[in-house]
């Protein structure tokens, strides 16, 4: 066969090849059954059935969702569209940025340094030069406020905060008052801030039958009485060892609450009929029986050292203001004015109640670094997105410096406000919280509004809606954990909010300065504190609502006072507790202490019937309250020559409260047992 022969074998294949597949071609297009609605074969390689209205694969996805988007009405899907597109925003967003006003003016400073100092080592060794100066007189400023010279004779004074107290509160003395000794023949120097008046206890507080709250803790004062003191003490003024010493020495006269200062005090031992007056701004609380802890002022011991947080205040504000007007980098801005502030705060204008300034500067350099790690977190996600670009150096240093510090001195600012903690049990105690957290919600409120059309404007708004709302589900979750209660610290309050303040314009900057005042001054003041905390430390100190002793008088004399104080053990169901033990306070100093499972704290006859009973010899003062009758001299026993006035008996006040181990719950209101014997029932509830 030749080549082309061969060529024509080969074309007459392929061309019966064609003449196939065409034939299949036209079966297929040909055949009328197989096209029809009821062709069994459709171009697939089997039968059909009952699973041919399902769809596998990619599209079941959108299978499911066009299902449930047919029964949404297209109302909805409109109005959700709508909203969809609002919160997006404007399409191109529109950035915030802060044009000067008076650009002239306000570029200056600039101007100033590109011509002296044009080049950056010129402005690194001026920025250097700025520390060293701030950091020097700082130091020597603080030096003379924190150390003086000994007193002659009492050496040098221990730093005391101002609600520093000899007398713990309820049985925290220990019995008689022990773990509080001594009560006399002993002195004190020590050393006072200045501001001390503003410093009030936030508990209610028991003097006698009388209860103290959200006003500075001052019992006693000047008398006409003898005390045995009249040519030692400043204004023979005398004041129960509960008393706030700073605010005592206030209402003496002794110090000036502006400046504070330097003394000494003399413990005084057991004194009676403690007056109420009115001086110095401080009004004294009055009592009309005896305590066996009192102190006075011992004149012409007033050391001349003064509180100097105002001086210090100026150097600090000065140099930051200097640095906010000449400095355009956000990065030199925050962390200058972060570290100046907090120093600041810490160690002169809000220190913690610490009683030796070594300890006050270990403290505050253990706050300072994770201090600057949330610092780090809101300059780069906060700061910086506001201060970048912004030559407004005037307008800068007074709406974000100027609240900054506003926020930092908390203590002399938002202090003043009705609300001192955001607990329910505060808010619903102090007077005039209630409206004043109202307005300050509602502040809050319509400043949030406006931040969140700011995010609207810059297209923001959809990634901070699901970081507030995943912070707002946290707190929820916090709230229904058991066992313990949610409060929110300032510096808390001041890191939710940082968020939405990350715009440069100038209510952004207002807000944003004030809360990074708060945030310091949280931190330096009083530390990390938790944001979950149990009732028994939110509450310390405070009622509780816990099971009160049923008291009745079973027998009463001139000298002798029996109680029936019912059957132990009790069981507390709120505070789910068995107490099986009770205390006994007498004119607010434990008297007694008695378990139901040790009789040696009981006298003989003293449980009857399964209740438990307790006798109380009436007190003389100066007999350091000896329990034996044959060592405390009787009233009627006294000499002849004592006056009528000495022999009559003081009144005392009794308060009662279960024990459980050795945490006891709260204390009954107080009864009182006149100088004539009667007895005066004690009002329900605790005190």
Excluded at 271 to 279: E, H, I, L, N, Y
Excluded at 497 to 526: D, E, H, K
Excluded at 544 to 558: E, F, N, T, Y
Excluded at 606 to 611: A, F, L, M, P
Aim: glycine content about 10%; proline content about 6%.
């Amino acid at each position: 066969m030749g080549p082309w022969d061969q060529r024509d074998e080969e074309a007459a294949d392929c061309l019966r090849q064609d003449e196939r597949v065409d034939h299949y071609h036209d079966e297929d297009s040909d055949d009328d059954a197989t096209i029809g609605p009821d062709a069994p074969l459709n171009g697939s390689g089997r039968p059909s059935g009952e699973f041919d209205g399902l769809q596998l694969g990619g599209d079941s996805k959108s299978s499911w969702r066009d299902r449930i988007a047919e029964r949404i009405p297209p109302q909805i899907k409109s109005t959700w569209a709508s909203t969809v597109t609002w919160v997006k925003g404007p399409d191109p967003p529109r950035i915030y940025t802060i044009t000067p006003f008076f650009p002239k003016i306000q570029h200056a400073p600039l101007a100033l340094l590109d011509r002296y100092a044009p080049r950056t080592i010129h402005r690194f060794w001026l920025l250097v030069v700025l520390y060293a100066s701030w950091l020097l007189s700082f130091s020597l400023v603080l030096r003379a406020s924190s150390f003086s010279s000994s007193i002659p004779g009492h050496g040098s004074p221990i730093r005391l905060n101002c609600g520093a107290r000899y007398w713990s509160d309820g049985n925290g003395c220990g019995l008689n008052g022990d773990q509080c000794r001594p009560f006399a023949n002993a002195t004190l120097a020590f050393r006072c801030p200045a501001d001390c008046l503003k410093t009030e206890i936030l508990n209610p507080h028991a003097v006698g039958d009388q209860e103290v709250v959200y006003r500075p803790l001052v019992v006693g004062g000047p008398t006409d009485q003898q005390t045995g003191f009249e040519d030692e003490l400043v204004s023979n003024a005398v004041y129960r060892g509960d008393s706030f010493i700073c605010a005592s020495a206030v209402h003496a006269g002794f110090l000036n609450d502006a400046e504070g200062g330097c003394g000494v005090l003399s413990l005084t031992g057991e004194q009676s009929s403690f007056t109420s007056t009115k001086r110095h701004g401080v009004e004294s609380v009055g009592f009309d029986s005896y305590f066996p802890h009192t102190f006075g002022f011992l004149s012409g011991t007033r050391a001349s050292c003064k509180d100097l947080r105002w001086p210090s205040l100026a150097i600090s504000v000065f140099f930051t203001t200097l640095l906010s007007i000449f400095t355009t980098s956000p990065a030199v801005f925050f962390w200058s004015i972060f570290v100046m502030m907090f120093f600041q705060t810490g160690l002169a204008s809000d220190p913690p109640s610490l009683t030796t300034y070594t300890g006050l500067l270990s403290v505050a350099f253990g706050r300072f670094l994770p201090a600057c790690f949330c610092g780090w977190v809101t300059y780069h996600y906060t700061v910086k997105r506001s201060l970048s670009g912004l030559t407004a150096q005037f307008e800068k240093t007074v709406l974000w410096l100027g609240p900054a510090w506003v926020g930092a001195l908390n203590n002399q600012t938002f202090d003043k406000l009705p609300i001192q903690r955001l607990t329910p049990h505060d808010i619903k105690a102090q007077p005039g919280a209630i409206p004043t957290l109202i307005v300050v919600v509602l502040s809050i409120f319509f400043i949030a509004l406006g931040q969140a059309w700011a995010f609207r404007v810059e297209g923001r708004m959809p990634r901070y809606l699901a970081i507030y709302s995943l912070l707002v589900g946290a707190i929820l979750i916090m709230l229904a954990m058991p066992g313990l209660s949610l409060r929110i610290h300032h510096y808390i309050l001041a890191l939710l909010l940082l968020p939405g303040t990350s715009f440069q314009n100038r209510p952004s900057l207002v807000y944003q300065g004030l809360l990074v005042g708060l945030f310091v001054n949280g931190i330096a003041r009083w530390g990390f504190d938790s944001i979950l905390q149990t009732p028994g430390e939110l509450l310390r100190g405070a009622q509780r609502g816990s099971l009160l002793p049923i008291v009745s008088v079973l027998a009463m004399g001139a000298r002798n006072i029996t109680f029936n104080l019912g059957p132990l053990p009790r069981w507390d169901a709120k505070a789910k507790l068995v107490y099986g033990g009770i205390s006994v306070l007498v004119n607010d100093v434990e008297r007694f202490r008695g378990y139901s499972d040790d009789r040696s704290y009981w006298d003989d006859g003293s449980i009857k019937g399964g209740n438990f009973s307790w006798t109380w010899r009436r007190h003389q003062l100066g007999s350091d309250l000896a329990e034996d009758a044959a060592v405390v001299p009787l009233l009627d026993e006294l000499p002849d020559d004592v006056d009528a006035e000495a022999r009559r008996a003081l009144p005392e006040y009794f308060r009662f409260g279960y024990m459980a181990d050795s945490e006891v719950g709260d204390f009954s209101k107080a009864g009182k047992w006149t100088g004539d014997g009667d007895w005066v029932e004690m009002e329900p509830g605790p005190s």
